[in-house]
């Protein structure tokens, strides 16, 4: 695996990833919920009700709800219902697990469509797009952006909510295949700006660890209070110093070659530790890399070379090279890649 942090504006990826293909697969037939293969027989319409996006549309002060919503991944639909709530009618949900989107479509009869964004029908236009820790697991987020400015109605606006790229797990960020990209506040108003869009971020976040960021088309100028919004510029954040530090502090753990030995710990919170040459480090005490097991889950990490004990896989990682890359040939994902910060393991 290679990860690369662009230099320009902290984004972390997966240079090379599994194809959109093998991840369309993935999320259609495993991403389906905790109860692994048998998660058919489960099949029932959530009665959970989550308020996040209503309570960004109230901060924003958008209060017509005649408006048109899509949610990019919307699970269970339990956000949606959120909105429906309070109001809110004309919804619409895309999902690429086949279990989620079925279950959703229990609550919104004809309103889930399966598959990615491109799911939705052509002509259907949106006052509000939104999305809920989705864009991270995106292969091409430039393009679903891309796509959503194109079904942005005049005066809409896109919520995007991610995990921060400065406080998500390190480990998350090493071996979490699905997120293939961590955001940071530069790369999404530097994503924005690429598509002629203007950025701020939501006071009103789930948690310090994630970003909320609402686009709105440069010449459709809005007010928002400043209370419960800010508006940064890129230059106002130390995020590259801070994830070089972390990265660099994972790389001495031992010399060129080093296998450093591990143990994912799947407590109560999903707590993550690391344990190097004898000594145990603390890495995050909220990763949910490992939180859940499902009997696949469970295989394909045993499949890896992990050992299961108790609540906790052991395994390790050799350190081939851990470098700062001069002058590779940039990878457009979200802007130049020059000098990126690369990690090496296998």
Not at 98 to 113: E, I, K, N, T
Request: hydrophobic share 40%; charged share 20%; net charge positive.
């Amino acid at each position: 695996m290679l990860v690369v942090q662009c230099k320009n504006c902290d984004h972390l990826y997966y240079a090379n990833p599994p194809g959109e293909d093998w991840f369309a697969n993935f999320y259609r037939s495993e991403w389906n919920s905790d109860r692994g293969e048998n998660a058919d027989a489960y099949l029932t319409a959530s009665s959970a009700i989550k308020t996040t996006p209503a309570r960004l549309l109230a901060d924003a002060e958008i209060a017509d709800r005649g408006l048109r919503m899509l949610e990019i991944g919307c699970g269970t639909g339990d956000m949606m219902a959120g909105l429906q709530q309070t109001g809110f009618s004309d919804l619409y949900g895309t999902e690429a697990s086949d279990y989620r989107a079925a279950m959703s479509a229990l609550r919104f009869p004809h309103r889930v469509f399966r598959g990615g964004y491109s799911a939705v029908p052509s002509g259907l236009m949106f006052d509000f797009i939104f999305s809920h820790h989705v864009m991270e697991h995106i292969h091409n987020p430039h393009e679903a952006m891309k796509w959503m400015v194109a079904r942005l109605s005049k005066g809409g606006i896109i919520a995007i909510t991610v995990p921060d790229a400065a406080c998500e797990p390190l480990l998350n960020q090493i071996l979490f295949i699905p997120h293939l990209h961590s955001f940071s506040h530069r790369s999404l108003i530097k994503m924005g700006e690429s598509l002629g869009l203007k950025t701020l971020f939501w006071k009103g976040a789930n948690s310090p660890y994630e970003l909320t960021a609402v686009f709105h088309r440069s010449s459709e100028p809005r007010t928002f209070d400043e209370k419960t919004w800010i508006n940064v510029q890129s230059s106002s954040f130390a995020a590259p110093q801070l994830m070089k530090q972390r990265f660099a502090a994972f790389a001495k753990a031992g010399k060129l070659g080093d296998t450093i030995h591990f143990a994912l710990h799947a407590g109560e919170k999903g707590a993550t530790a690391m344990q190097a040459f004898g000594g145990v480090r603390k890495v995050s005490a909220a990763s949910a890399l490992l939180a859940r097991f499902s009997t696949r889950l469970g295989r394909q990490i045993a499949a890896m070379g992990f050992r299961r004990a108790g609540n906790k896989w052991i395994g390790r990682l050799r350190v081939v090279t851990a470098h700062l890359k001069e002058g590779d040939d940039p990878i457009t994902v979200i802007g130049s890649t020059k000098g990126d910060l690369a990690l090496h393991i296998k």
